[in-house]
């Protein structure tokens, strides 16, 4: 399993913008999908964001209540995922945690084997 450390979390007014990051402990990460969840109190977990491997084009994936508005990178000589989000709004309120897995993105969270502790985003009007 791959350690992960997310940070960049707080509060943050309606229509502002936070930057998540994600450190892995993995010399390979290059070789996993990173993805970004989130869960909201009473609410499911869901994928916001995924990009792929290197080597694949870093393709991306975004929930459709983010896209536009979001954006997931990595770092891989820092070993780093980080996720830009803007003009974020009141429901994107959770505590967003980065997940990694071997070779593809995937949509569901029980398909990643390493997870971070997650981080506290709180949006306020």
């Known amino acids: 399993q791959v350690q992960l450390a997310e940070s960049g979390g707080g509060l943050v007014q309606a229509g502002g913008s936070l930057r998540l990051s994600c450190e892995a402990s993995e010399r390979t990460f290059s070789r996993y999908a990173m993805a970004w969840f989130r869960q909201a109190p009473g609410k499911e977990r869901e994928r916001v964001a995924c990009?792929?491997?290197?080597?694949?084009?870093?393709?991306?994936y975004y929930a459709d209540s983010v896209k536009g508005r979001f954006t997931i990178s990595r770092d891989n000589a820092k070993n780093t995922v980080y996720l830009q989000m803007l003009s974020l709004k009141l429901e994107d309120t959770a505590v967003y945690s980065c997940?990694?897995?071997?070779?593809?993105?995937?949509?569901?969270?029980?398909?990643?084997?390493?997870w971070g502790q997650g981080t506290q985003v709180t949006v306020s009007s």
């Open positions: 990009i792929s491997i290197s080597g694949s084009g870093d393709r991306t």
């Open positions: 997940a990694a897995r071997a070779l593809a993105c995937w949509s569901t969270s029980n398909r990643y084997d390493s």
